[in-house]
């Protein structure tokens, strides 16, 4: 990297100042708060009573109205319910493909309660870093503020000195700033990764109530009639 080349960064960082940092930061504060609130109401709407769920499937599937807890099912918006539903379409077709339907309802919800959580983890792990570079950009000017000063009056008077210091602190401002705006995105994804493990385990419970009982059916079914006893076929004759 030539000096040219050096002097010429440094004057692009000196003309657009460290500014547009913080406002960079309070835009991605915004973003992180309304996405988070988005993700909030969804994941109410995707989580219910898991005990309640359990037990009004328990009771339809017991009394043999498979076709009963399917429309109570359709009737919820939650991702148990979506997985259990999922199953209990293809419940003709076995507890194997019913499994299998489970699992790719499963992996289907897991893709919609993660989607844009990227954006919270990434804000939290950067933002800080944003807040450094705002801070590199306020040095540098600080020590371009200095040098004019050193230029002008053969040495850095005292007011010089203590504009200096002023623009060093204002610019330790976009660090904190970058501090503050990463804490709470941390916070929040690792809320909502939580809750879409505490989701995702209500959905397995289910899952696993619907295999037990179409297992249970298959076996009766399948159940092989037990032979005759070779005394009684004989005593027969």
Known sequence: MTMDTVETLKNLLVQTGAAWVLWLLMLLSAVSLALAVERFL????????????AAMLDAHLRAGS???????????????????LAGLRLADRGPAAAEKAMASAMAIERKSLEARLVFLGTLGN???????????????????????????????????????????????VATAAGIAVALPAVALYNWFQRRIAVILLDAEALSSLVLAY????TA??????????????????
Request: glycine share 12%.
């Open 126 to 172: 950067n933002a800080p870093f944003i807040g450094l570079f705002g801070t590199v950009i306020g040095v540098i000017l600080a020590f371009e503020e200095l040098g004019k000063a050193q230029t002008a009056a053969g040495t850095a008077t005292q007011a010089a000195s203590q504009a200096v210091m002023g623009a060093i602190a204002e610019a330790l």
């Open 220 to 237: 009766r079914v399948e159940a092989p009639v037990s032979p005759m006893p070779r005394s009684a076929a004989a005593g027969g004759q």
């Open 214 to 217: 179409l297992s249970d059916t």
């Open 66 to 84: 498979r076709q009963e807890a399917i429309s109570a099912l359709g009737a919820l918006r939650s991702a148990g319910a979506a997985v259990a």
């Open 42 to 53: 969804y994941f109410r709407a995707r989580s219910d009573d898991l005990r309640g769920l």
